[in-house]
């Protein structure tokens, strides 16, 4: 069996390895051994932060959209019920959008979604 030699792949795989981790400081942009680990630990952390992205804008939203249900007189609770009975399909991005540049166009949503709420008890 001929003898294979693998040095241009394995110096392939560091040159790669190096050109990911360039800003990085220290011997974690010099050395092939610590910059393996951090360029490891980064990309763990940007898949699980982009899960963790989703949530806290969705949780900002909400806070936003609570904010200005308050100033309105309903709680967002009592907002998001209102207007899924009033059968308008508006999502938490859009809704926090309207509450933060038009007030005055909140202020009619929210006045519907009491006044559908009112009817249905």
Sequence with gaps: MPRVKRGTIAIKKRRTLM????????????RVCCAQEAFHHAQHYAYRDRRAKKREFRSLW??????????????????????????????RKVLADIAATDITAFAKLAETATRQLATAN
Aim: glycine share 12%.
């Design 19 to 30: 050109k990911a981790v360039k800003g990085y400081r220290g011997a974690r942009s010099r």
């Design 62 to 91: 909400i806070t936003r959209i609570n904010a200005a249900a308050r100033t309105c007189g309903i709680s967002y609770s009592r907002l998001m019920n209102g207007l899924k009975l009033a059968g308008i399909e508006m999502n």
